[in-house]
């Protein structure tokens, strides 16, 4: 099993920066993919980006160009930077891991922007 524990989320003005990160309670060198996904109120979960264990990254469009994961096998970490930001990325953010052919969610970090 793996569980994850989001911080990092907060209240930031549009054009402003956040950090979350990503606690694993396991090693994640053998965690093929980990990544971020959100939710919007009222709107289903969708993908943000993901990274594999070789460092291959995945982003949604709307994130490209703004958004950075990373993951630091040594501690278990994965990050995701939010640059740039838009009201439209407000949303609770999880971490995911993909392990044993199961999936794993934090409890998820609330990211607001505002205008």
């Known amino acids: 099993q793996v569980q994850l524990v989001e911080s990092g989320g907060g209240l930031v003005q549009a054009g402003g920066s956040l950090r979350l990160s990503c606690a694993a309670s396991r090693s994640i060198f053998s965690i093929g993919v980990m990544g971020w996904y959100r939710q919007a109120p009222g709107e289903q979960r969708e993908l943000v980006a993901t990274?594999?264990?070789?460092?291959?990254?995945n982003y949604a469009d709307s994130v490209k160009g703004r958004f950075t994961i990373s993951r630091d096998n040594a501690k278990n970490m994965v990050y995701l930077q939010l640059n740039s930001l838009k009201t439209e990325d407000t949303a609770v953010y999880y971490c995911?891991?993909?392990?044993?052919?199961?999936?794993?969610w934090g409890q998820g970090t609330q990211v607001t922007v505002s205008s």
């Open positions: 990274i594999t264990s070789g460092g291959t990254t």
């Open positions: 995911y891991s993909l392990y044993g052919s199961r999936n794993y």
